[in-house]
Antibody, heavy 122, light 107 residues
Framework: EVHLVESGGGLVKPGGSLTLSCAAS????????MNWVRQAPGKGLEWVSS????????YYADSVKGRFTVSRDNVKNLLYLQMNSLRDEDTAVYYC???????????????WGQGTLVTVSS | DIQMTQSPSSLSASVGDRVTITCRAS??????LAWYQHKPGKAPKSLIY???NLQGGVPSRFNGSGFATDFALTISSLQPEDFATYYC?????????FGQGTKVEIK
């Protein structure tokens, strides 16, 4: 069974940094592209970032470009999101999401984690 | 960026009703359209990919249709567990974009 478990969320001051992790299990991690998607309180879903298996294709939403960095460890089956220069508007539940396969050019999401809450507030 | 517009933003329906949610893309996206169901406090659930293909384990009362710019999600007979918010999403281009969501509530 596919499991995606996020961790690392918490309360951070504006301008601060936080790193989220996503532990993947129940599937061959090196067979799938991965993503981060977030939901701010009372708002809809917002795609944040995507990364291919070999990390040679990486994409970011304009709202986080230059501040967030996505990476993965294919030995430890971990996905990361390093978040710097955090703003109030980054407050959200962050979900780790699997693509349906290797291809990150045109691929749908299939499995989602439960999410981890990031709160940016002074 | 491709804008995704869902209609309606919310609806009230009864168990057993047929419900249709529409999603319009600001430019053609072939059939690179997915639908997700989201309940408060839960992980979103993937329902449909490639506009009309059901993800594994999704009940057959869910049906997706459409191509290019106009898409629809139909629930043929609404069940109690279907009350949730539904999102469409395009994956033709980056940035991936979602519709604003349609909240399906109990009448």
């Amino acid at each position: 069974e596919v499991h995606l478990v996020e961790s690392g969320g918490g309360l951070v001051k504006p301008g601060g940094s936080l790193t989220l992790s996503c532990a993947a299990s129940g599937f061959t991690f090196t067979g799938y592209g991965m993503n981060w998607v977030r939901q701010a309180p009372g708002k809809g879903l917002e795609w944040v970032s995507s990364i291919s298996v070999s990390s040679n294709y990486i994409y970011y939403a304009d709202s986080v470009k230059g501040r967030f960095t996505v990476s993965r460890d294919n030995v430890k089956n971990l996905l990361y999101l390093q978040m710097n220069s955090l703003r109030d508007e980054d407050t959200a539940v962050y979900y780790c999401v699997r693509y349906m396969g290797l291809d990150v050019s045109v691929a749908s999401f299939d499995y989602w984690g439960q999410g981890t809450l990031v709160t940016v507030s002074s | 960026d491709i804008q995704m517009t869902q209609s309606p933003s919310s609806l009230s329906a009864s168990v057993g009703d047929r419900v249709t949610i529409t999603c319009r893309a600001s430019q053609a996206i072939f059939n690179y359209l997915a639908w997700y169901q989201h309940k408060p406090g839960k992980a979103p659930k993937s329902l449909i990919y490639a506009a009309s293909n059901l993800q594994g384990g999704v009940p057959s009362r869910f049906n997706g249709s459409g191509f290019a710019t106009d898409f629809a999600l139909t629930i043929s007979s609404l069940q109690p567990e279907d009350f949730a918010t539904y999102y469409c999403q395009q994956y033709n281009l980056y940035p991936r974009t979602f519709g604003q969501g349609t909240k399906v509530e109990i009448k």
